[in-house]
């Protein structure tokens, strides 16, 4: 049976007149389910929901906002199976995968509910009367959600921006939104109606019509540099704030001295192949120092050769397919066009009796040594390509990696770790990881976002949810001049 999604709005259940079909990536021939194309209308529907919604929880006291964000939190900290395979079926990731993107999202709402303490006011009294800095909230807040993973990057807005005091509106990804239409819509109904709504449709329709929408005060997105921008120039209208968090290109630094033990080559199979490469963090090139470059292909290959290509179901699959059709004509493009002039390793296989023909599937890669100008180094290519490129000096990978305009990511290996961190310091980006690169190396305290044209602002931590308030100065002085 396939599920059908409804948007939810005011706390209630909303469908509409047309309905889009969810195709399984790795079986094309079967529907996943179906969700409601939504309007203008329903963009104003939810619009006027959270506006209405907000005096009110604006003026419910955070602690009691904390504690329904720890039921929220809970909801998804356990996935349930059901979600699970749901997620899998229409993502076409692992079903491990799937717990994880569940479960990371419980958690990120979770942080939020244990720190009511971030949105204290600071208090200044001295010989001038009284000073009191507080962080107001915004009022309705927009998140817009990709499809690569939907729940824990919702959860990220959800958290800081309920916490502050304010509404939101999720707008759900076009491809594979059915799981995230169903649990937020759980979520929302522990809250009181319009404090969270979720929306579902078409980017160019429904997604402009909550940026350029006059009552939203806030968006944040995740997703492409190009929708960025456009995002930011639709959003100019009204001076609504943002938070970016958009392309990546990150490369991981491999210095002379890199543990090149099973457990490390691990670390970066996952850091490069999880989710089939679909990872905004994922690592996109691979820089290593010459001295140890024939090594780390060797051992690379052996660990890449182990992955098994199918039905992210299935338990002896360990790399499911590529998520919707326009991923994987760009990637299957650019994989022609880089077998064409570069030396291009074909790895890994498929589980038994996958049919190539009814999914999304592509077999990992790695790229010997292209030149950094080619389209596959210098590109973000979101999926199983792995370009793995020589270098002779500190300085030189550290010039290499910073040579592109993205800069959400990067890493340094090395066994030395003051060496580590001292060239780390140099690298370009938002987030840099020591000895390891994914998701598994985030810490739940740092700020994630990124420099350059990787995009602004913060999701987690304390930042996140300072970009989710105004300040305001009340204070009782008058100083004559």
């Known amino acids: 049976m396939t599920y059908e999604g409804h948007m939810t709005i005011g706390g209630k259940p909303v469908t509409g007149d047309e309905w889009v079909s969810v195709p399984n990536p790795a079986h094309l021939s079967a529907v996943v389910g179906r969700y409601p194309q939504g309007t203008i209308e329903h963009v104003e529907q939810a619009v006027e929901a959270a506006s209405s919604a907000f005096p009110d929880w604006r003026a419910t006291p955070v602690a009691e906002r904390a504690a329904l964000l720890a039921q929220a939190g809970a909801l998804l900290a356990q996935p349930r199976d059901e979600w699970v395979s749901l997620l899998t079926a229409e993502n076409g990731k692992l079903l491990r995968e799937a717990v994880i993107d569940i479960a990371m999202g419980g958690e ?41 993973f939907p729940l824990t990057l919702a959860s990220l807005k959800v958290g800081p921006a309920l916490l502050a005091g304010n509404t939101l509106i999720i707008k759900v990804p076009e491809f594979a939104p059915l799981t995230t239409l169903r649990a937020l819509g759980e979520m929302a109904a522990l809250l009181p109606p319009g404090v969270l709504n979720i929306v579902s449709g078409y980017g160019p329709e429904v997604g402009r019509a909550l940026v350029t929408h006059p009552k939203v005060r806030k968006i944040a997105f995740t997703g492409s540099t190009e929708t960025g921008r456009q995002i930011m120039a639709d959003a100019s209208g009204h001076l609504a704030r943002l938070t970016l968090e958009l392309g990546g290109n990150d490369a991981a630094v491999l210095l002379d001295d890199v543990d090149l033990s099973d457990e490390a080559i691990g670390r970066i199979v996952t850091g490069a192949f999880m989710y089939s490469g679909q990872i905004c963090i994922d690592i996109k090139r691979l820089y290593v120092h010459e001295s140890r ?60 009796g996958t049919d190539v023909e009814d999914g999304y599937f592509l077999l990992p890669h790695l790229v010997l040594d292209p030149p950094d100008e080619m389209k596959v180094v210098a590109t973000e290519q979101m999926a199983p390509i792995l370009p793995v490129m020589k270098f002779s000096s500190d300085e030189e990978a550290v010039t290499r990696a910073n040579g592109t305009e993205y800069g959400l990511g990067a890493s ?11 060239v780390a310091d140099r690298m370009e980006a938002g987030m840099t990881f020591i000895n390891g690169h994914s998701l598994f190396a985030l810490h739940p305290d740092a700020p994630a976002g990124g420099a350059k044209q990787s995009g602004h602002g913060y999701e987690m931590s304390q930042e996140a949810l300072e970009g989710y308030t105004q300040l305001q100065a009340i204070t009782n002085t008058y100083t004559q001049l």
């Open 108 to 148: 990120a709402i979770s942080v939020y509910a244990s720190h009511p303490e971030w949105t204290q006011d600071r208090v200044v009294d001295d010989e001038r009367g009284r000073l009191v800095v507080r962080k107001q909230p915004l009022g309705v807040c927009v998140g817009i959600v990709p499809w690569n």
């Open 293 to 352: 470059y024939d090594e780390l292909v060797d051992r690379l290959s052996v660990a890449v050769d182990k992955i098994v290509v199918g039905d992210g179901a299935r338990p002896e699959v360990t790399m499911g397919p590529i998520n919707n059709a326009r991923q994987y004509d760009k990637v299957t493009k650019l994989l022609a066009e880089t077998k064409r002039d570069a030396d291009c390793v074909q790895l890994g296989s498929y589980a038994d």
């Open 412 to 422: 340094v290996w090395s066994s030395d770790r003051d060496r580590a961190f001292s």
